[in-house]
Structure formats: structure tokens, C-alpha cells
């Protein structure tokens, strides 16, 4: 049975206000750069009374020009306050997403555990790129509008009741009236938007199976009984999609007779009020919150709250249902919380596949990466690379076996203990949109502006920091190349204080002058575990670990060399011809071989996917 519609937004509810309390530093921040947002809306009003009053109707018009003119100062100062909003909203949306889309996919990987050999539906990976990130812009617009809706309209209230208090009985009622009325009909809306969700999910799966079974429905001649089961589909779709359309009519009315009803009111009521006293400019001036301010925010915040709005309601209730846990960050760790006692990492005994009936990626696998360590991990691709990283942060859980941080199980230590004493950087560098400085302070946000410019130089992006305007610069992931991207990230994690860092093929988009300069700079801040994809990596390493299949081998290069035939087969092929100086690294993750008798032996390899 689907869940009601109160149910539904509960449950929205209660993961909004945990996340919100989770980030109350920029939840707070945002309240405060949100008063000097509101400047035009609270003075626009009252300045255009005085103008009229005290100049235009005067016969000063340099008066009223000059009243007018700090209307200009205030939009300066409401343009400032919302370039800083914005920022506000990225502390408390990013790590939001952050943290549900690793819900999803651990959830994801579960049920493909428990389920061996029964194909995941699209209806899963519908929920992690349509629903997640539909979640993510949904939250942030709600944000802004909704908090903009309440500072800009309490503003316009507070003017309207500093020149004529009589009218805010012509305008608040209706207002009110309004926002109720639009509070019922979003209940009506939160159903009608889940039977839009639901269609187009199935409309997915049932759009996936026709298309896997095309070869069978061709050959059965069933190509009306497809046709039909994905019409059916479609139609349900087409449906659910006509009847949230027609809500489209309830946020109109919401707006005249929240907005347009008041101004009616207070024009049909303008003889009356002016020979009580109200003067003509106090009148305009009322006019102008109604028409300028009130009326443009009430439309925006119904538009958004009715369309972002229900689809955030829904979606993220349905993936909270589906993942089976609160889609929240996890609280800091209280004062009973096991602590790691310095930052050794050890693998005892772990075992790892992917499914129960899965060959084992790890078996019975020991390993202990010590305090300053350097530590490269080789081997063929799809070996285990990757997985051996993620079980060291945490990321992974062994199904034997265990992991300890400084001693203590790394299940038992809650995420923000782990994250202080461990960083993983992955070969997808993720930047998102904001300044470059809350890029760099996204895993350390007390880190200062020398911290910053510190780390930029050790790693060699200060040319890249120049270009993008420095500290306070914007960026704009899409137009950063790859290797720029995960130079950001590196000087990010740079600057958290992990004492450990494990580079996943996060320096292949780098040239290995680059990537020389990055490595040696991480294994002196710390512990480093490198997976390589150049032979170089290898070779300035302390100790390489090779994974060959369900083996293992710890050494350093030159005694891997001298003991392991699948070594020097891997650094036959895998050389610093391959690499000179200065060229960029392999953007598509292939190491090119470099022996020239390739082409005409069949049997050998020409490329070599890393990791």
C-alpha cells in the first residue's frame, strides 16, 4: 500500500529539519545575509512615498531624485546579499546530496548482493541520476525561495504598516487567505505528484524489458503484445502528467487572490483612505509593495513550492523508503564515541566479493599501512585495485575479516571520526559551483586563507588559482578540463586533516611531472597509498603491494622485480617511454604498450586499462 499523503510529508519533513540542524552554521549564515537581501523590499515602498510627498508633489524634483537614488544603493546591497545567499545554500544542499546518493548506492549494491544473477532494473538507476539529483535541485530552490518568500514579504508588511497601518487590513487578510488555500490544495498535489513519479518509473522498467527482449518478441511475434504493455506505460504517464498540470490553475488563483485581490482592494478604496489623512505619496508607496514586491514573490513562491516543491516531497520520500534509512548526514560523534588512537590502517584477515556466489576479490587478505607511509598498489585491471581502496576508508565493509583505524574497527567509528583521520580522493573529481575557496574548504571549512594559498603552492596549482581569479574566484565545473578538476580536488584534500590520504587513480588527467610533484607532497604531509597507473608512481614509492588474481606480493620495486615474473611482465609493458616529460596523462584511462611487435602477435595485449 503507497503511503498517504501525510505520511509522505512527514517523512520530508523530518529528513528537512535533520539536515538543516546538521548544517545550523550555514543555515545561519543564510538567515543573516538574508536582511540585507530584503533591503529593496523593505525600503522600495517607503522611499517612493517620500519621493512623491517630499519632492515630486513638493516642487523639489532634486529631493525626490535623491530619494529614488538610495534605491539604487539598496539593490547594491540586496545584489550583495544574495550573491552570499547562494553560497549559504551550497553548505547545507551539497553535502545533502553528498551523503543520499551514497545511501543510494549502498542500497543499490545490497539488494544486487542478496538478488545474484537477476539484472538490476532501470528503475534503480533511475532513482540515482534522475531522482537524486531532482532531489538536490529541488532542495536548493525551496531554500531560496521559501526563505526569500518570508524575509521579502514580512518586509513589505512592515512598510506598508510604517506608512498607512489602516491597509494592512486590505492586504494582510487575503495574503493569508491565500497561503491557506494553497496549503490544501498541495495535499491534493502530493498524490497526484507520486502517481507521476510511479508512472515514470515504470515506464522505464517497462521500456527496458521490450528493449532486452526485442530478439524474443521478434521471433514470438509478439510485437502488438510489447507494443501494448509499454503503451499501457505510457498512458499511465500521460495521465498522471495531465492531472499535476491542471494544479497549475490553484497556484494562479493562489496569486490574485493573495496579490492582485489586496491591490484591487486598496485602489477601490483610495478615495476613502486619502481623506483620512493618507497622503498621495504614502498611497503610491503601498501600492508599490503590492505590485513590485508582494505579487512577484507570492508568484514565485507558488510556482516553485507546486512544481520543486511536491517533486522534492515525493522523490525524496520514496528514497528514503526505498533505502530503508534516514537520508541524512550522521550526527558527531558524542563523548563516548571509540576514537582511533593515530592513523595506522590494517586489513586482518579480510575476505571481499561482490555477491555470495562471486569469486573473492580479497582473500584472507593482511595489511597495515603505517604512520608516513608510501605505499603504491599495481596490478592487472579489474584485479581489485579500487575495492582494496574503499575497504581501507571505510567505504566497503569486508564479509570477513576486519579493518582498523589506529586500532579501532572502522565500523565503530562514526563517519566523522573516519573523515578526520582518512580522505580518499577518486579518479572523478567532483567541484561544484561556488567560489574556489568554499571548493577547497569543502572537507575543512576552518581552514584560513594561508592555509589555502599554501597547499596551492605545494601542489603546483598556482597558475590554475590565477586564472580562475583566486580565492574568491567562481568556478564553473563544466568548463574546467579534467586535470583541472582533480587538481581542485587534490588541493582540497590536501588541505583536510587526514592524516591519511589514498589516491585512487586521482592523478591520472595529470602529466607525471604533475603528478610527481602531488604524490611527493602527500607522502610527506602523511600516510599515502597510491593506486598507479604509471610505472613512476611505483618506482618513488616506499613499498609497492602487486594484486594478481586471489595473490599478493609486498615489496619494494626493485625486489618485486627480482621475485615476480607478473612484475616484470607489467613494467615490460609498462614503462617510462611511455611517459615523458611534461605529456599529458592517459585521459581515457589506457596506457598505450610500447613495444613495436605488437601488431603482428595476436596473442599480446596492445593497451592496458588502469585500475
Partial sequence: MSPDSGSTARVAGRETAAVLRRHRRAVGSLLAWSVPEAAPAMLTGFVVARAVDDGFLADRPWTGTAWLALLVAAAVLGAWGARNTHRAVAGVVEPFRDDLTRRVVAAGVTTAARHAGT???????????????GVRDSFAGLILVSRGFV???????LGTASLAPSLLLLVAPPLLGSIVMFSV????????????????????????AVTAAARDVAACRATERAARYADEAITAQARAERALARLAAVRSLTVAVGGWLPLLAVLAGANWVTGRGLSTGA?????????????????????????????????????????GQRATVAADPGPSARRPAGSRLELRGVTFRYGAAARPVLHDFDLTVYGYDHLAVVGPSGVGKSTLAGLLCGTIRPDDGEVLLGGVPIEELEPAARARHRVLIPQEAYIFP???????????????????LAAVDVLGAGALLERLGGLGGEVRPRELSAGERQLLTLV???????????????TCHLDPAAEERVERAFAARGALVVIAHRISSAMRSRRVLLLDGDRAMLGDHRSLQAASARYREMTGYWTAASEPAGAPGPVDGVDPAVRADLRRDAGQPVAHRTG
Fill in 283 to 323: 498611497l503610491i508607496g503601498v501600492l508599490t509593495y503590492l505590485a513590485q514586491v508582494v505579487v512577484p514573490t507570492l508568484d514565485m513562491f507558488v510556482q516553485t513550492v507546486g512544481s520543486a516543491g511536491l517533486r522534492f516531497v515525493i522523490t525524496l520520500d520514496r528514497l528514503v523508503r526505498r533505502i
Fill in 151 to 157: 524575509v521579502t514579504v514580512l518586509a513589505a508588511l
Fill in 185 to 208: 490544495a498541495l495535499r491534493r498535489g502530493v498524490r497526484r505528484q507520486r502517481d507521476f513519479l510511479y508512472a515514470g518509473e515504470q515506464l522505464a522498467d517497462r521500456t527496458a
Fill in 492 to 506: 582540497r584534500a590536501y588541505v583536510a586533516p587526514a592524516p591519511v590520504a589514498v589516491l585512487d587513480e586521482a
Fill in 119 to 133: 539484472p538490476a532494473t532501470d528503475g534503480a538507476v533511475a532513482r540515482l541520476t534522475n531522482q537524486v539529483e
Fill in 434 to 452: 561556488g567560489s574556489v575557496a568554499d571548493n577547497l574548504r569543502y572537507l575543512n571549512p576552518g581552514a584560513g586563507e594561508q592555509d589555502l
